[in-house]
């Protein structure tokens, strides 16, 4: 058994998105080539709704899957296929864009606005499907408690357990850990997959080297990852995905494979032929 080495660490860069809700952009346009097939990453982190209640109005999607989980806070969203809901402690929205969605998402105030927002490349096949809305809530997440971990899958396996929730079109694992402290733990990564993690509280000893919160760690090539949380213990969030190699074109919230037919795409949102009955005046899309 090969054990993954850290290739990359990634720090990522405070910004705002949406009608100005402060986040972290763990990963973004700069990372694509390593991170494949995961497009970006935004971690929130927050005690403050002034922070995020602005939230992110109307907006479009296209290529892409975005993944929502809240570790706590409150977010309430809506789309053009007419799903509403809410995220709330536990629970994931994993919508598929496809060929075109409207969608908002409107964080609540809440004590600890804590999570993150992962966009999943789609397959140059698949990049035109029907859009569809997966909603994931807290008691559907298969939950394992090891001896000083506790392990909740969002979506893929780990061991010998297997979430509902495997990924459509780009098969992926999405595991929330959490370990106590010096806590050692082991899993195996199919050699092929692109394998990172990002932490989200506390700290991570790989390989003699230990890493803080707040930071992305991109795997080398192995079959296993090995890893002991910190004095204070740890939590992180932990990916894993086979790389599509395709070409990426991208401009705000749509991912494509060629100019043309990003080109094509803000056409459409320009004459309001996005998707059925979009009013482009209701539209805000972010760059």
């Known amino acids: 058994m090969s054990e993954r080495k850290v290739a990359k660490v990634v720090t990522g860069i405070k910004t705002e998105d949406g009608a100005g809700v402060k986040l972290t952009r763990v990963i973004g346009h700069r990372d694509v080539k390593?991170?494949?097939?995961?497009?970006?990453?935004?971690?929130?982190?927050s005690h403050d709704p002034d922070d995020y209640i602005a939230g992110f109005p109307w907006h479009p999607h296209r290529g892409i899957e975005t993944v929502t989980y809240l570790i706590s806070g409150k977010i309430d969203h809506g789309d053009s296929l007419g799903n509403?809901?809410?995220?709330?402690?536990?629970s994931c929205q994993w919508m598929t864009a496809g060929g075109g969605i409207l969608h908002q998402e409107m964080p609540?105030?809440?004590?600890?606005?804590?999570?993150?927002?992962?966009w999943i490349n789609l397959p140059k096949k698949d990049k035109m499907t029907a859009p569809a809305y997966n909603d994931i809530q807290a008691h559907a997440v298969v939950k394992v408690e090891e001896p000083g971990a506790k392990i909740a899958i969002i979506s893929g396996e780990y061991h010998t357990h297997r979430a509902p929730m495997q990924g459509n079109f780009v098969r992926t694992t999405y595991l929330?850990?959490?370990?106590?402290?010096?806590?050692?733990?082991?899993?195996?990564?199919?050699p092929a997959n692109t394998v990172f993690?990002?932490?989200?509280?506390?700290s991570l000893l790989v390989a003699g080297t230990l890493y803080e919160s707040k930071r992305a760690l991109l795997f080398g090539q192995g079959d296993s990852l090995a890893l002991t949380a910190g004095p204070a213990g740890a939590r992180f969030l932990f990916f894993s995905g086979k790389p599509l190699g395709e070409p990426i074109a991208w401009a705000g919230p749509v991912v494509m494979n060629t100019q043309k037919?990003?080109?094509q795409a803000f056409r459409e949102l320009e004459d309001g032929t996005f998707?059925?009955?979009?009013?482009?005046?209701?539209?805000?899309?972010?760059n």
């Not at 993690?197 to 506390?202: A, D, E, N, S």
């Not at 998707?275 to 972010?286: Q, R, T």
Request: contains cysteine; aromatic residues 10%.
């Open 34 to 45: 390593d991170f494949d097939p995961f497009l970006m990453l935004d971690a929130f982190d």
């Open 84 to 90: 509403r809901g809410t995220i709330a402690d536990g």
């Open 108 to 118: 609540q105030p809440s004590e600890h606005m804590l999570g993150a927002q992962l």
């Open 176 to 190: 929330d850990v959490e370990l106590v402290p010096d806590k050692a733990w082991q899993v195996e990564t199919p």
């Open 197 to 202: 993690l990002y932490i989200v509280q506390g």
């Open 261 to 263: 037919e990003l080109e």
């Open 275 to 286: 998707v059925p009955n979009c009013e482009k005046a209701h539209l805000n899309y972010y």
